[in-house]
T-cell receptor, first 114, second 112 residues
Framework: DAGVIQSPRHEVTEMGQEVTLRCKPI?????LFWYRQTMMRGLELLIY????????DSGMPEDRFSAKMPNASFSTLKIQPSEPRDSAVYFC????????????FGDGTRLSIL | SQQGEEDPQALSIQEGENATMNCSYK?????LQWYRQNSGRGLVHLIL?????REKHSGRLRVTLDTSKKSSSLLITASRAADTASYFC????????????FGKGTRLSVIA
């Protein structure tokens, strides 16, 4: 079975550039989550969707971050403009409803902003 | 704010020994889950224990839950070098729309 698929696996870009991270959840999963992981702050929930609708985006750090889920099989996390402090590993995860059930994680996108 | 807090932050043991990691949380829960993360990979779900359960086993894993103390432990028996990873607890609240909250994890090193 295909798991959660994230792309790209690695992204290196210069400060000020737009960054778009992509995620394909597991088919049939109704909840999708975006996380950011750093050594200092651990794993932070940025936003989660249920049935393609954003439910809680209180973890999105700033207006520079935005996330969309145009359909059940695709989501994007965009940072514009990017800053060096955005450097982290970004994970996408999906789960069947409700959102307190086990989650399946992708292998993440390692983002470096120079 | 973090719901689950793992203890210790790091643990180093010899292959064949048992490893015990603890998790404490602050509010009422529906379930508690443990995840493993290998270096450079995403988290992988290991086991879920419901709030009305006290102990659960899966292979070499044993999880206990004490809701009166708001704590859980993960025991890995007869550890192997391949168990080297970070282990996270995550709590699921009773509210249907509240997602899991993850702790900061315990880094386990199993030395061959």
């Amino acid at each position: 079975d295909a798991g959660v698929i994230q792309s790209p696996r690695h992204e290196v870009t210069e400060m000020g550039q737009e960054v778009t991270l992509r995620c394909k959840p597991i088919s049939g999963h109704n909840s999708l989550f975006w996380y950011r992981q750093t050594m200092m702050r651990g794993l932070e929930l940025l936003i989660y969707f249920n049935n393609n609708v954003p439910i809680d985006d209180s973890g999105m750090p700033e207006d520079r971050f935005s996330a969309k889920m145009p359909n059940a099989s695709f989501s994007t996390l965009k940072i514009q403009p990017s800053e060096p402090r955005d450097s982290a590993v970004y994970f996408c995860a999906s789960s069947p409803s409700p959102p307190n059930q086990p989650q399946h994680f992708g292998d993440g996108t390692r983002l470096s902003i120079l | 704010s973090q719901q689950g807090e793992e203890d210790p932050q790091a643990l180093s043991i010899q292959e064949g020994e048992n490893a015990t990691m603890n998790c404490s949380y602050k509010t009422s829960i529906n379930n508690l889950q443990w995840y493993r993360q290998n270096s450079g990979r995403g988290l992988v779900h290991l086991i879920l224990i419901r709030s009305n359960e006290r102990e659960k086993h899966s292979g070499r894993l044993r999880v206990t839950l004490d809701t009166s103390k708001k704590s859980s432990s993960l025991l890995i028996t007869a550890s192997r070098a391949a168990d080297t990873a970070s282990y996270f607890c995550a709590t699921g609240r009773n509210s249907g729309n509240t997602p899991l909250v993850f702790g900061k994890g315990t880094r386990l090193s199993v030395i061959a």
